[in-house]
């Protein structure tokens, strides 16, 4: 399994951005456990709402604070509350913070050592992102932004659809961002144009074809143009949208060990013109499982047995792996180094022998 550190990406094992963890309708009051970034970790909606994520191993003795139903602070109803998660062992409660907050049976001093790794957590479009910095930072940039989800005229996705725990580096998955070729090979499409761009955080891709790629062709034409034009927002959350079909997609990549990867997507739709309640509802889901066939099955299939490409034999008419690789990899140094990485790649990205994306306005 080809880590970061063979990919020669930078200082830290596992990226700087925000990830999606969970669908909100998954957290409550019981803690859900899940391993991330090379850790366990518990995931809970504290009293008053809000969704926590933290360590999920007491530094007391090393009790998992997810793994007890019959210890009685579970039993009793004390495991989450305040806000924080209590050790089913002890009973030492932690906060959404990390820190210890309280041990039930000790008058004194919190030792400082009593505290939990910690993600700041956002709730939004029904899903559950952290935020992940080997520097301890705070965010700095958003999430990514899908005004279609408060549109009426828009049907909203049903949730994260996990799509699979890969064994290869995300960067593997990443590079389909610069892959027009693989649109053509791999989801039968005929690219007419294409370009890439470089933008600080975000890494673009703007694509039109023709053909079947995804399935998408068969509900609009096999000769109609399809155009498609997406971003990853970090490292982990790639927002996209299609243009003629009226859709968004969220494509989630988030790091499980250094060199595996939880792979999610999930698509909403504007409501098709004339359709009633359910036809509009099976609209909806046939358009996600077209999107989960194309990402989980057709690339998937392709991930999950593939070599690391550890270095891409790249050709020119190749799209631009290097520069896209570079842009990925300020997310795994110190984030003073990202204006530096970027002044070598900044900007657009074409194919040669491909028509940029931007000459589609001129047929």
């Known amino acids: 399994m080809a880590q970061s550190a063979d990919y020669g990406l930078g200082e830290f094992p596992f990226p700087r951005g925000w990830f999606a963890v969970a669908n909100g309708s998954e957290i409550g009051g019981t803690p859900t456990t899940a391993r991330y970034f090379g850790a366990e970790v518990v995931i809970f909606r504290g009293e008053d709402g ?55 049976y000790f008058d004194g001093p919190i030792p400082e050592r009593a505290r939990l790794r910690s993600w700041p957590v956002q709730e939004r479009y029904g899903l559950v992102f952290c935020w992940n910095d080997p520097e301890g930072q705070g965010p700095d940039f958003d999430l990514p932004e899908f005004p279609e989800w408060d549109d009426p005229q828009w049907m909203r996705w049903p949730g994260l659809e996990h799509l699979g725990d890969l064994p290869c580096h995300p960067i593997e998955i990443f590079d389909n961002n610069s892959d027009w070729a693989h649109l053509m090979y791999t ?119 593939k070599r690391a490409a550890i270095q891409i034999l790249q050709l020119p008419t190749d799209g631009p792996f290097r520069q896209a690789r570079t842009w990925y990899s300020q997310f795994f140094n110190p984030r003073s180094k990202a204006a530096e990485i970027l002044e070598r790649v900044e900007g657009l990205h074409y194919v040669r022998g491909v028509p940029a994306f931007s000459e589609m306005a001129a047929e």
């Open 187 to 305: 989801h039968g499409g005929v690219v007419r144009f294409y370009e890439n761009e470089v933008d600080g955080h975000c890494y673009r891709q703007r694509e039109s074809m023709v053909g079947h790629a995804q399935g998408i062709g068969d509900s609009f034409g096999a000769e109609r143009l399809l155009s498609t034009v997406n971003s990853y927002v970090g490292p982990g959350l790639n927002a996209a949208r299609f243009l003629e079909a009226n859709a968004a997609q969220l494509i989630a990549v988030t790091p499980i060990e250094d060199g595996s990867a939880r792979l999610w997507q999930c698509a909403m739709i504007r409501r098709p013109d004339g359709t009633s309640d359910d036809q509009a509802q099976e609209a909806l889901l046939n358009f996600n499982r077209n999107m989960a066939k194309g990402l989980g099955h057709d690339d998937g299939e392709i991930w999950a047995h």
């Open 50 to 104: 809000q969704a926590v994520m933290l360590e999920a191993y007491c530094p007391h003795m090393g009790t998992h604070l997810g793994r007890s139903r019959s210890s009685y602070i579970v039993a009793s109803g004390q495991h989450v509350e305040a806000g924080g998660i209590r050790c089913p062992f002890h009973g030492w409660r932690f906060g959404p913070d990390g820190r210890c907050n309280d041990i039930p």
